[in-house]
């Protein structure tokens, strides 16, 4: 027993030796005894899986006492026998649908919140599983297959979990780093087509092809943190970073081509089946939509119409990582930077910016998809440094062709810092997500009884928890410096983080099994307006045109939703071409991108000429506050 364990504690330390010296990818020995294979962890999707269904598939009581319909029916035949106190009916102001029935000749019946304890009782009127199951296989699987979809590391189950509370309870900031990201692979994408002529596709080797390579690179680098600790050091990458990334030696180009190669190959696949997930979505909003405009339903088919548009800004994030999309394994391209940026110091023999350390690593940890706080990238500052350089228009690169300028001419802003023009994407990311809270809290709020409840309250409350995590990450990072403070709101935040994300699976749980199905939430307590219940349904509501409201909800949702939706699809469409792993595939995807252009010319002049007016307003605001040098930074960015 002792010879064997020796044999097997040596086996598991080559592995772990090969593990850190592999340069791939590598399949396990199929020498390796099975019980060792097991030992293995995996990406854990199955963990997660199971942790989201169980969270989302509490079980509840099935045995109620409480029952509206028999307990409305009994409350009628007392009113109607007069044997019902006269405390007990309700003569207060009613809003919406019932308001307008009271002058009609046929009023809708009303009764206290007190009255509806009383005989009805106040436990919830839990969903039959019929019902239950409706909500779960409508809605409830398809969010869960959608979060499964999501760019997660594998091997990693504790920071994968704190990824999730990230995406869910703090969409706003999420969606606005991924936004973020998009850009400037965008901005990538454009300098590289606007290098040659618009009808020109060169093939390899040309400069085309090395440009090609450069900003792919410059993309992939802008997800990761960079080990900065002084100003020294961080003019120091910067001058690697340039010669890495634009050095036309042709020692470096052939370094550059292979590292390209290599991370194009590690890069994610799988959006056919991302795509699938979001239509099944798509789908299920359009069943939901049907039964509550329809002749079908009861007060339970808007609100799970009212459930659907609250997370509508899922299908948008989970689409928009599509674009932003991590590689397989960020940790082995991250020793592929570094290795290659070690290759760089080699061949330009400067000093080491890290004393006393053998193989410094420039590049920390994976910062995609919004997983690491404050993360700005450095990107940014190179492509405005480049858009400010002369003649950077259509065929731009027949004018450095032979020249080192692109190498050598460093950045006047800071390698990383904050810009301005991120405000665009905060900006968006909140519309996309509080035009969701407010379609979901449109239909629950003006579904009777009108006025806000445990459902609109809930869906409020979740909103204004995502604006709060905003608001505090800003803060963060405008007020607190790196190191104690930053570390300390982190926690701050994640613990924020976790309360709307357990908030969130708990209005999908009440939702789902008819925990807000209680004399409480129907008698809409919160806001003043309700105190009193009916035992009407939709048809009544119906007659009295309660779907205009619904329409309005519902419209304010799926109006951006389709347009977040539309702008990611064609972010994707115009900037796959950077990262397609073969040529031909990636020239006629260009090809495309041309000609999608070309069609849709009038709307990009728009644009581009709100850009200008855009680009002003921010450089009178850095003059205001007092930014003089970046007051040169000030001009039309490309936007073609």
């Given at each position: 027993m002792a010879?064997?364990?020796?044999?097997?504690?040596?086996?598991?330390?080559?592995?772990?030796?090969?593990?850190?010296?592999h340069q791939g990818p590598q399949h396990p020995n199929t020498d390796t005894p099975r019980s060792l294979l097991r030992l293995v962890p995996s990406g854990k999707p199955l963990l997660l899986a199971l942790f989201l269904l169980l969270l989302l598939s509490t079980p509840v009581p099935v045995a109620a006492k409480t029952h509206f319909a028999q307990c409305g029916a009994k409350i009628k035949e007392l009113a109607k026998n007069g044997s019902l106190p006269s405390e007990y009916i309700y003569t207060g102001p009613v809003k919406?649908?019932?308001?307008?029935?009271?002058?009609s000749?046929?009023?809708?019946?009303?009764?206290?919140?007190?009255?509806?304890?009383?005989?009805?009782?106040?436990?919830?009127?839990?969903?039959?599983?019929?019902?239950?199951s409706d909500t779960i296989t409508t809605w409830v699987l398809p969010l869960v297959g959608l979060i499964l979809q999501a760019p997660f590391e594998s091997n990693n189950f504790k920071q994968t979990m704190f990824v999730v509370f990230r995406w869910v309870g703090s969409p706003i900031v999420s969606m606005m780093c991924i936004f973020w990201n998009m850009k400037v692979?965008?901005?990538?994408?454009?300098?590289?087509?606007?290098?040659?002529?618009?009808d020109q596709y060169p093939p390899p080797p040309s400069s085309f092809a090395e440009?090609?390579?450069?900003?792919?690179?410059?993309?992939?680098?802008?997800?990761?943190?960079?080990?900065?600790?002084?100003?020294?050091?961080?003019?120091?990458?910067?001058?690697?970073?340039?010669?890495?990334?634009?050095?036309?030696?042709?020692?470096?180009q052939r370094m550059r081509a292979r590292v390209a190669a290599s991370i194009r190959r590690e890069r994610r696949r799988g959006t056919v089946q991302v795509l699938a997930s979001l239509a099944w979505f798509l789908v299920a909003m359009g069943i939901s939509i049907n039964k509550a405009f329809g002749d079908l339903g009861v007060n339970s088919t808007a609100h799970n119409l009212a459930l659907g548009l609250l997370m509508s800004w899922l299908p948008v994030l989970i689409a928009a990582t599509i674009v932003d999309r991590n590689p397989m394994d960020a940790r082995y391209v991250r020793a592929k930077l570094n290795n290659y940026l070690r290759e760089i110091e080699a061949v330009e023999r400067t000093p080491s910016i890290f004393p006393g350390v053998e193989d410094p690593d420039i590049f920390g940890e994976f910062a995609g998809q919004g997983r690491v706080r404050w993360h700005y990238g450095v990107a940014h500052s190179f492509l405005r440094t480049l858009e400010a350089m002369h003649g950077m228009g259509r065929g731009w690169s027949t004018i450095y062709e032979n020249t080192d300028e692109l190498s050598t001419t460093g950045a006047y802003s800071g390698l990383v810092g904050f810009d301005l023009s991120e405000v665009w994407q905060m900006v968006a990311a909140f519309l996309m997500v509080c035009s969701c809270s407010l379609g979901a809290f449109f239909v629950s709020y003006y579904t009777p009884t009108v006025g806000l409840g445990c459902r609109s309250g809930g869906y409020m409350i979740f909103g204004l928890n995502a604006t709060g995590c905003l608001i505090l990450e800003m803060a963060a990072w405008a007020f607190l410096h790196p190191g104690t403070g930053r570390r300390m709101a982190q926690w701050v935040?994640?613990?924020?983080?976790?309360?709307?994300?357990?908030?969130?699976?708990?209005?999908?749980?009440?939702?789902?099994?008819?925990?807000?199905?209680?004399?409480?939430?129907?008698?809409?307590?919160?806001?003043g307006a309700g105190g009193y219940v009916d035992f009407e349904g939709v048809p009544y509501?119906?007659?009295?045109?309660?779907?205009?409201?619904?329409?309005?909800?519902?419209?304010?949702?799926?109006?951006?939703?389709?347009i977040g939706l539309a702008y990611v699809v064609e972010q994707w469409c115009t900037q796959s071409f950077l990262w397609t792993q073969n040529w031909e595939s990636a020239m006629n995807g260009l090809w495309c991108v041309r000609k999608w252009k070309w069609a849709t010319t009038g709307p990009r002049w728009v644009f581009a000429w709100l850009a200008e007016y855009v680009v002003e307003a921010e450089c009178r605001v850095r003059t205001f506050l007092g930014r003089e040098g970046d007051v040169e930074d000030c001009r039309p960015l490309w936007n073609s």
């Open positions: 010879e064997g364990r020796g044999r097997l504690e040596g086996q598991c330390s080559r592995v772990s030796l090969h593990g850190n010296a919406g649908p019932l308001g307008q029935a009271r002058n000749k046929n009023p809708a019946f009303l009764v206290t919140f007190a009255a509806c304890e009383e005989y009805c009782g106040v436990t919830p009127e839990y969903y039959e599983w019929e019902k239950a692979t965008r901005k990538c994408a454009i300098m590289v087509d606007m290098s040659v002529d618009k440009l090609r390579d450069s900003f792919y690179l410059l993309s992939v680098v802008n997800q990761y943190e960079l080990n900065i600790y002084t100003q020294l050091q961080e003019r120091h990458i910067e001058t690697i970073l340039r010669v890495g990334l634009f050095d036309r030696r042709r020692e470096i935040l994640r613990l924020c983080e976790f309360t709307n994300f357990c908030w969130l699976v708990y209005i999908i749980v009440a939702q789902t099994f008819g925990i807000y199905n209680s004399c409480r939430c129907k008698s809409s307590m919160w806001g509501y119906k007659s009295y045109h309660i779907e205009n409201s619904w329409l309005l909800g519902t419209l304010t949702t799926c109006i951006f939703l389709g």
